[in-house]
């Protein structure tokens, strides 16, 4: 906007307003560290300090690693967003690479299959898969949690449109070198692709690390849940009363991505904004 | 993929069907999997929809339109439709407002940008179920910080996530509170896109008030952004489940209810799978309208320039 040479007096005023509005959305945060670290009797006195009188990290924090397996949801955590996101890359590239730069019958057909798929959440086809998985035995295990979400056609789509706009000249050169179409997509396109695949990853990373509705659905124990549904668990387990555990449960499963966010912000907040779009 | 490795031999002579074999080729996989785990479950649960069929049951038979009237007369699903139409009609001019103060404010000036907008993105990237428990320590009743303050001033705070009256407001403000990051970054985007030289052109024009120059210059030239930000946060709005199922599980007695959730219920608690279905679709209609909306949106777009 207007490039002004603000002295710091004049720009108080708007600093002040956003620290203000910032402080007031950082509220649950904040609450929940604090009460992650206070004593029972305290957290029911309703008293308005933050810091707590007497410290409860052990007991807090120690009850949430005594009774629920976190390790284990983390490590879930990771090999379902792990599992999903190489799948969906391995799927997505060379179909992306084929739609923007091979001409064959049926390329319209495949796009507009594409297109289609974009349209239908997550939820529509979810009922007949829980269906299938329940038939094939399959419930409570990490195929039934990555598998449906292997077929990413965003990513199908965001490769297409990146890939259109590489040079033909780039992969005529490495086909004059012989090499194969595999080849060249693995080892040509794919190193100029790093800036839509750094994005997707982030995108399909926060999203399926927070998706609560899927493992819901096919996970019933904690040998399987991911970290959202272990607070889920965690909840039904330690019922309502407890502020103090859940809370430091809540502490712990939310730590990974909040500072995976904040050590790579930028990427984070690109990342979402342009592949975000798809809602 | 080996198959792939020997079409490359002939590659330079190629004809058009060696390029065609390559294409389907390296597109089998998606291809595959886009049919079992997308299409056809897709297709599978529109039909699902027109039958009475029951998870475990021996069989099923078509029943037409059966799932849909009984939805007509089933309040609790009104009750969720309705839940569902004021979360989003809440949630989006309030998440849509509240992100394009803020992204004018940290746009009016050059210090702190990156640390407001990390600020306001964090819940964005931040685990809505476990986000969702600190909301409700946040508003207990007895021992919230919230009622805590009110007391203070001598107000009575009321039980915000059990009472009917207030669980709906309670639930749409968390989810102002989630979008509003989402849509300041877009709204960022938006800002720095506009030419600085409009802004300098309506001082020079008489347009002195930052006022006169956000009627004039920022909000026309954000217009395209702000259409598609609206677009965007109701079809994520519709969505709404996670803060449901852990606050409320659609209580008090359907207060809550909304349309993800009844659908859940109905499927995978009570094993409806012909009526979820028929939920599913309903959400579906809702969805590709919406998108239906959006590309309007974004054709206008393309004519502003």
Redesign the interface.
């Known amino acids: ?3 002004r040479e ?1 002295s ?1 007096l004049r ?1 108080m005023p ?2 002040l ?2 620290s203000l ?2 402080l007031l ?5 904040i ?2 560290v604090a ?1 992650s670290l206070k004593p029972a009797d305290e ?2 006195r ?3 300090s933050l810091i707590p009188e007497r410290l409860a990290i052990a007991e807090n924090y120690g009850r949430v690693f005594e009774l629920v397996p976190v390790g284990r949801y983390l490590l879930n955590g990771v090999i379902v967003c792990g599992g999903i996101l190489a ?1 969906q890359l ?3 590239i ?2 992306g ?3 923007a730069k ?6 319209e057909l ?1 796009f507009g ?1 594409v297109m289609l ?1 974009l ?3 997550p ?10 998985f ?1 038939q094939l035995g399959l419930l409570d295990t990490y195929t039934a949690l990555i ?2 979400s ?2 990413s ?1 965003f990513a ?1 789509f965001l490769f297409r449109q990146f890939f259109k706009s590489l040079p033909d000249d780039l992969i005529h050169a490495a ?2 070198d ?6 060249i ?1 693995w080892r040509v396109v794919l190193p100029n692709a790093w800036p839509a695949a750094t994005a997707f990853a982030i995108f399909s990373v ?1 999203a399926h ?2 998706d ?2 899927w493992p ?2 096919v996970v019933n124990t904690p040998e399987h849940a991911t ?3 272990g ?2 668990f965690f ?1 039904t387990t330690e019922g ?1 009363d407890d ?1 103090g555990a ?2 430091a ?3 712990v ?2 730590a990974p ?2 500072i ?3 050590l790579a ?2 990427r ?2 690109e990342g ?2 342009t592949t ?2 798809k ?1 | 993929m080996s198959d792939a490795a020997i079409l490359s031999a002939p590659a330079r002579r190629r004809g058009a069907s060696g390029e065609a074999i390559t294409a389907w080729a390296l597109g089998l996989p998606a291809v595959l999997a886009y049919l079992v785990l997308l299409l056809l479950p897709t297709l599978a649960a529109i039909l699902l929809a027109f039958t009475d069929y029951e998870l475990g049951a021996p069989a099923f038979a078509w029943i037409g339109l059966g799932n849909f009237t009984e939805l007509l007369g089933d309040r609790g699903f009104a009750q969720a439709l309705r839940n569902t139409i004021f979360y989003v009609a809440v949630v989006t001019p309030g998440s849509i407002l509240g992100a394009l103060a803020i992204a004018l404010l940290i746009e009016a000036g050059t210090r702190g940008r990156t640390l407001f907008r990390a600020v306001f993105f964090l819940p964005v990237v931040s685990l809505t179920v476990a986000m969702a428990s600190a909301w409700q320590y946040l508003l207990h009743p007895s021992i919230g910080p919230l009622n805590a303050v009110l007391r203070q001033v001598g107000i009575a705070g009321p039980a915000w996530l059990s009472s009917s009256d207030t669980v709906m407001w309670s639930l749409a403000a968390i989810g102002i509170w989630e979008n509003l990051g989402f849509n300041l970054v877009l709204f960022l985007a938006g800002l720095t896109a506009i030419p600085r030289e409009l802004y300098a052109a309506a001082e020079v024009d008489g347009a002195p008030s930052a006022w006169e120059r956000f009627r004039l210059v920022t909000w026309p030239m954000l217009g395209p952004t702000t259409l598609f930000v609206l677009t965007i946060t109701m079809i994520r709005s519709v969505r709404v489940f996670d803060t449901v199922k852990v606050l409320t599980q659609g209580g008090p007695n359907k207060a809550s209810e909304v349309l993800l959730h009844a659908m859940y219920l109905e499927g995978f608690t009570y094993f409806r799978l012909g009526y979820s279905a028929a939920i599913t679709l309903v959400f579906l209609a809702i969805v590709l309208a919406l998108m239906w909306l959006q590309t309007r949106v974004l054709d206008k777009r393309v004519h502003y320039g």
Do not use: K
């Open positions: 906007m207007v490039e603000n710091l720009d708007r600093l307003v956003l509005l910032g959305l950082l509220m649950p945060y609450w929940m009460a957290i029911f309703a008293s308005l799948f391995i799927f997505a060379p179909a690479y084929a739609l091979l001409n064959f019958r049926g390329r495949a299959a798929g349209l239908v959440p939820h529509v086809p979810a009922l007949p898969l829980y269906a299938g329940s598998a449906p292997t077929i056609v199908i086909r004059l012989g090499m194969s179409e595999m080849a997509v926060v690390w927070n609560l509705f819901l659905i970290p959202a549904l607070v889920l909840r309502d502020f859940l809370m449960a809540a502490v499963m939310t991505l909040v995976a966010f904040l912000q930028r984070f907040v979402i904004a975000g779009l809602g």
